[in-house]
């Protein structure tokens, strides 16, 4: 860069020695050195109509670049999710209570019709809940139990972070072993060990194992459905943002 002192024109910068002799005077051109000055700015304004002209990656039409600050950030250990649209849900029992995705719906079914053939009957305890309904069962719950939060956090997501808004996830039991739903003892029964064998033929997956990343308490009876795009996408994504 070129050094400037306050208040001097170009010229007064030039030694003494180098100036122009009245002995022959200047030409009427322009000196090289003012069309340096008088390029600087012009270069300038061109790189300027260059970058603002030029394509760049935009995001889609309503659908703005997330921030650093609006980039998914775990709570507990839970990651946020989604809520499924209530077009997009299918029931897996006869009285409707139980509804899932319905790509996971269809899974479920095809996954329960092969455990009964084989003996084991697969029962859908849990599927999709709202973000009213986690409210009500993590808050109402933590109260009652006088938990703290992070307590209640091992075994139930805060509203707005369960797989559960998904209607890919599902809570499953055993329809021989009624006492063991919800618990631990689950994973003593019939219908685990057929889970375990046959499940990922299905596209389901074990949410919270033992020892998970995510520590949070090992629930044998937690299962999701991972066999879709969509469905992949959504909780691995969830793990590379937070």
């Known amino acids: 860069m070129v050094s400037r002192r306050s208040g001097l024109h170009p010229v007064d910068d030039i030694p003494e020695a180098r100036r122009q002799s009245p002995l022959r005077p200047a030409t009427t051109n322009p000196s090289p050195r003012r069309w340096v000055w008088f390029g600087v700015p012009v270069l300038g304004i061109g790189a300027v109509l260059v970058w603002w002209f030029s394509p760049r990656a935009t995001p889609p039409l309503g659908m703005p670049e997330p921030t650093p600050a609006e980039q998914p950030q775990a709570l507990l250990g839970h990651f946020p999710y989604p809520e499924a649209r209530a077009e997009d849900l299918q029931a897996v029992t006869a009285d409707g209570r139980v509804k899932l995705h319905r790509e996971a719906a269809q899974a479920f079914l095809a996954m329960q019709s092969a455990a009964r053939a084989e003996g084991v009957i697969l029962v859908p305890l849990s599927g999709f809940r709202s973000y009213q309904e986690q409210q009500s069962l993590f808050y109402d719950v933590k109260a009652e139990r006088g938990q ?80 879709s795009p969509t469905s992949l996408e959504l909780f691995y994504r969830a793990r590379q943002g937070s």
């Open 148 to 227: 703290q939060v992070a307590e209640r956090a091992q075994v139930s997501a805060p509203p707005g972070y369960s797989e559960h808004h998904t209607g890919y996830a599902l809570d499953i039991g055993d329809g021989q072993q009624p006492g063991t739903h919800i618990e631990l003892s689950f994973e003593q029964t019939a219908a685990f060990r057929w889970l375990q064998k046959r499940a990922a033929q299905f596209h389901f997956e074990l949410s919270f194992p033992p020892n998970n990343a995510q520590g949070i308490s090992y629930e044998p009876w937690h299962w999701r459905f991972v066999g």
